[in-house]
């Protein structure tokens, strides 16, 4: 079975005045997604490292919405984001996200660093 893997990372974060705001608005947006599209969502969209999150979604979704969503909800912020789409090794739902792992993890970290190396808002990897 294929799903789908969104990490994003805001850009140049360390030069983001008040972070702790932005980190609230951040939680207060994951919230929001996770009950909105629960529907799509296997494993919750969390924060993993800082000012990044992310979530695994069933395959097919319609991932620009929840793209456009982040977009409305942030603003000015920008943000760089990674997909992966592919089979996963770990199938435990009841762990969170960043505890999960398999080729669509992997292809969505090697899309967000494309994405961050060439400067794109998003890259998707099949």
Avoid at 53 to 64: D, M, R, V
Avoid at 69 to 91: A, M, P, R, T
Avoid at 99 to 105: A, E, H, R, T, Y
């Amino acid at each position: 079975m294929e799903y789908l893997t969104m990490v994003c990372d805001i850009k140049n974060s360390r030069n983001i005045i008040n972070r702790e705001e932005l980190q609230y608005r951040i939680i207060d947006m994951l919230k929001e997604i996770n009950k909105k599209h629960s529907e799509l969502i296997v494993s919750p969209f969390i924060i993993t490292l800082g000012d990044e999150w992310q979530g695994l979604l069933k395959y097919p979704s319609p991932y620009e919405k929840i793209v456009d969503f982040f977009n409305d909800k942030l603003g000015e912020v920008q943000f760089y984001c990674g997909i992966g789409v592919g089979d996963i090794s770990i199938h435990n739902f009841e762990l969170t996200v960043n505890q999960l792992d398999g080729p669509s993890f992997h292809k969505a970290r090697r899309a967000l660093s494309i994405a961050k190396d060439a400067n794109y808002s998003m890259v998707l990897i099949k």
